[in-house]
C-alpha cells in the first residue's frame, strides 16, 4: 500500500491483517514505523535512503511472501520507480505483488497529521517531507485504488475481495 503520511495505510493494513489471522491466514504488516525502528533505523530521508527503505522492504515482504505469508506493506514509497522494483522482486521469485493506492487528499492527511509531521513541514522543521517539499508520484495503474476517506471497513472489504479475485486467500 502506498499513500501520503496519514493516509490510512497501516490502520487498513493492521484492520485487514486482523482479519486474515482470524480466519486462519498467515498475515503480517509491515509498515514505516516497524521498519524504520528495527531494519531501516539507519536510513535518512533524502531520496537515496527513501531508495533503499523501500529495496530492504521489498525483500524482507519477498521472504516473508515465499514463507506462505500474505504481507501487507505499508510505506509512503513516493516513486514510481522504487515501486516497481518491489514489484520485480516479487514476480522474478513467482510471487504475487498487488500494488494497492490509498489515495487520500493531502487536506485530509493533514487534518489527521498523528504524528504532527505535516505541522513540522509546514514550519520548515523537517525537509523534504513527502507531499510538501518532496514530491509524491501516485501509481499510475494500481491494482486497486481506495478512497482512503471512506471506512476503514469499506476497505478492508475491497481488499478482502481481491483478494478472493486473485486466489489469494479463501474466506469460507
Known amino acids: ?21 482470524g480466519a486462519g491466514r498467515f498475515a503480517y504488516v509491515l509498515d514505516g514505523d516497524n521498519l524504520r525502528h528495527g531494519l531501516n533505523r539507519d536510513l535518512g530521508f533524502d531520496d537515496e535512503s527513501r531508495i533503499e527503505n ?17 504481507v501487507l506493506v505499508g510505506l509512503i514509497s513516493p516513486f514510481e520507480a522504487d515501486r ?3 514489484r520485480r522482486l516479487h514476480s522474478d521469485s513467482g510471487l ?14 493533514e487534518q ?8 513540522k513541514a509546514r514550519r520548515g522543521e523537517i525537509e523534504e517531507f513527502t507531499g510538501v517539499s518532496a514530491p509524491y508520484e501516485p501509481p499510475p495503474a494500481p491494482e486497486l485504488r481506495i478512497d482512503g476517506e471512506r471506512p ?5 472489504g475491497r481488499l478482502l475481495e481481491l483478494l478472493v479475485q486473485r486466489g489469494a486467500v479463501r474466506l469460507d
Open 1 to 21: 500500500m502506498t499513500g501520503l503520511s496519514g493516509s490510512g495505510k497501516s490502520t487498513i493494513a493492521s484492520a485487514l491483517e486482523e482479519r486474515l489471522v
Open 54 to 70: 523501500i529495496r530492504r522492504a521489498g525483500e524482507v515482504a519477498r521472504l516473508f511472501a515465499d514463507a506462505g505469508a500474505l
Open 84 to 86: 516497481d522494483i518491489a
Open 96 to 109: 504475487d505483488f498487488i500494488e494497492v493506492h490509498v489515495d487520500t487528499s493531502l487536506q485530509a492527511c
Open 112 to 119: 489527521r497529521d498523528p504524528k504532527g509531521l505535516y505541522a
Open 152 to 156: 476503514v471497513s469499506d476497505s478492508v
